[in-house]
């Protein structure tokens, strides 16, 4: 893997951009780890909800509405990868994208507007289909500092005049989204703001106080409910608490332990019948572990390995400072929600609402997502060495 310190350099190596035709291929590579992500989602899908959707009629139910999340996602796809990367540094564009995400963020929280689901306020309904103002301001948070950072370099040696201004509107949107409330994705949006301006040069000391600060932050927030005080505290013994907080996580330990090594094979498994709440959103890591055993699970995480490097080479090889903090920005988006989500599923992080990318069922989710890796591909056409 690249080290933070090549990055680094590369990024402050990066001249300020130039607009230039030069037209290449897509990255292949990532192309094809992302269609094997998706493919895996399905057939993870399919069996977390077969069993469930034969109540409705169809046991395709489920895999049916993820494919047109997908459709409509590939569709933008198409578009993003071929849109200049550039474009989203133009100072106009990045206004509007805040604006509207803000503005979607806000009209969520108000009562009637915004879905009310299992005791938090994340979703719009839009034309009948359910869409989190969240997952957009994910992407646009990337877009915001990477196009600031590309040309605030020098400011981001300075704790007061750099970073805290560069983080105020990250934090904005941490806040908002903690109304509805949402820690785990207002906390990835923080996580990864840190890392890009770590990219971009900042002090290890600076963010060293800026990750105790969020910590203590996050410490309190989780410490001031008592349901979320039982949540932060399950995972050390989720069995302990199987009639509480403790039972989703217990119930996922058991699916991945009595997966074995190579599983109990596709659909075979017994925890998505009705023991494991949310089997195909928050918790489908544990259906794979239960289905297709300790192996299956390895093929996942080194999927997201690989897209993880594959993204890191994109940046790496990018002809400018935007395009290498893009890239680097919305791959960490990606993989870091990913081992976010594993941790909580394997026991090691405390139980979150973050679903597992290209795998949890989410029409808004898959759809900003493959957004989101067309505007990867379209910095791969620029990059040196894309394959």
Same mark, same amino acid.
């Given at each position: 893997?690249?080290?933070?310190?090549?990055?680094?350099?590369?990024?402050?190596?990066?001249?300020?951009?130039?607009?230039?035709?030069?037209?290449?291929?897509?990255?292949?590579?990532?192309?094809?780890?992302?269609?094997?992500?998706?493919?895996?989602?399905?057939?993870?899908?399919?069996?977390?909800?077969?069993?469930?959707?034969?109540?409705?009629?169809?046991?395709?139910?489920?895999?049916?509405?993820?494919?047109?999340?997908?459709?409509?996602?590939?569709?933008?796809?198409?578009?993003?990868?071929?849109?200049?990367?550039?474009?989203? /540094? *133009? !100072?106009?564009?990045?206004?509007? @994208?805040?604006?509207?995400?803000? =503005? $979607? +963020?806000?009209?969520? &929280?108000?009562?009637?507007?915004?879905?009310?689901?299992?005791?938090?306020?994340?979703?719009?309904?839009?034309?009948?289909?359910?869409?989190?103002?969240?997952?957009?301001?994910?992407?646009?948070?990337?877009?915001?500092?990477?196009?600031?950072?590309?040309?605030?370099?020098?400011?981001?040696?300075?704790?007061?005049?750099?970073?805290?201004?560069?983080?105020?509107?990250?934090?904005?949107?941490?806040?908002?989204?903690? /109304? *509805? !409330?949402?820690?785990?994705?207002? @906390?990835?949006?923080?996580?990864? =703001? $840190? +890392?890009?301006?770590? &990219?971009?040069?900042?002090?290890?000391?600076?963010?060293?106080?800026?990750?105790?600060?969020?910590?203590?932050?996050?410490?309190?927030?989780?410490?001031?409910?008592?349901?979320?005080?039982?949540?932060?505290?399950?995972?050390?013994?989720?069995?302990?608490?199987?009639?509480?907080?403790?039972?989703?996580?217990?119930?996922?330990?058991?699916?991945?332990?009595?997966?074995?090594?190579?599983?109990?094979?596709?659909?075979?498994?017994?925890?998505?019948?009705?023991?494991?709440?949310?089997?195909?959103?928050?918790?489908?890591?544990?259906?794979?572990?239960?289905?297709?055993?300790?192996?299956?699970?390895?093929?996942?995480?080194?999927?997201?390995?690989?897209?993880?490097?594959?993204?890191?080479?994109?940046?790496?090889?990018?002809?400018?400072?935007?395009?290498?903090?893009?890239?680097?920005?919305?791959?960490?988006?990606?993989?870091?929600?990913?081992?976010?989500?594993?941790?909580?599923?394997?026991?090691?992080?405390?139980?979150?609402?973050?679903?597992?990318?290209?795998?949890?069922?989410?029409?808004?989710?898959?759809?900003?997502?493959?957004?989101?890796?067309?505007?990867?591909?379209?910095?791969?056409?620029?990059?040196?060495?894309?394959?």
């Amino acid at each position: 893997m690249i080290s933070h310190e090549e990055l680094t350099q590369k990024i402050h190596r990066r001249p300020v951009p130039r607009l230039r035709n030069r037209p290449a291929p897509v990255d292949r590579t990532m192309l094809t780890i992302v269609t094997l992500l998706l493919l895996a989602g399905l057939v993870a899908l399919f069996s977390a909800t077969y069993y469930q959707a034969v109540d409705h009629g169809d046991a395709l139910l489920e895999v049916k509405r993820q494919l047109i999340g997908i459709g409509l996602g590939l569709v933008l796809m198409g578009v993003t990868s071929r849109i200049p990367y550039r474009l989203w /540094q *133009q !100072p106009r564009i990045v206004a509007i @994208g805040l604006v509207i995400s803000f =503005a $979607l +963020l806000l009209v969520v &929280l108000i009562p009637g507007i915004g879905v009310f689901r299992n005791g938090s306020r994340r979703w719009l309904n839009i034309a009948g289909q359910s869409f989190q103002p969240s997952e957009f301001a994910k992407v646009m948070s990337v877009i915001y500092l990477a196009a600031t950072l590309s040309f605030r370099l020098p400011q981001v040696k300075k704790l007061f005049r750099g970073i805290i201004p560069l983080l105020l509107l990250p934090a904005l949107m941490f806040l908002m989204i903690l /109304q *509805q !409330p949402n820690l785990s994705t207002a @906390g990835s949006i923080m996580i990864v =703001a $840190l +890392l890009m301006i770590l &990219l971009a040069g900042a002090k290890w000391r600076h963010l060293g106080l800026m990750g105790i600060a969020g910590l203590a932050v996050g410490f309190v927030y989780a410490w001031s409910e008592p349901y979320r005080r039982e949540r932060l505290l399950s995972f050390r013994d989720p069995f302990a608490q199987m009639s509480d907080e403790g039972y989703q996580l217990a119930q996922s330990l058991i699916a991945i332990g009595s997966g074995g090594l190579f599983g109990r094979g596709l659909g075979q498994g017994r925890q998505k019948f009705s023991y494991l709440p949310y089997p195909e959103s928050d918790f489908i890591f544990a259906i794979v572990g239960e289905d297709f055993g300790l192996m299956g699970c390895l093929v996942v995480i080194v999927l997201f390995l690989a897209l993880a490097f594959a993204g890191m080479r994109i940046a790496v090889n990018c002809s400018d400072r935007f395009g290498c903090l893009l890239a680097a920005g919305l791959t960490a988006m990606i993989t870091i929600q990913a081992f976010i989500n594993i941790g909580v599923v394997i026991g090691i992080l405390p139980t979150t609402g973050l679903p597992l990318p290209f795998f949890s069922s989410g029409g808004s989710s898959i759809t900003i997502l493959l957004a989101s890796v067309g505007i990867l591909l379209s910095i791969s056409k620029g990059s040196k060495g894309a394959v």
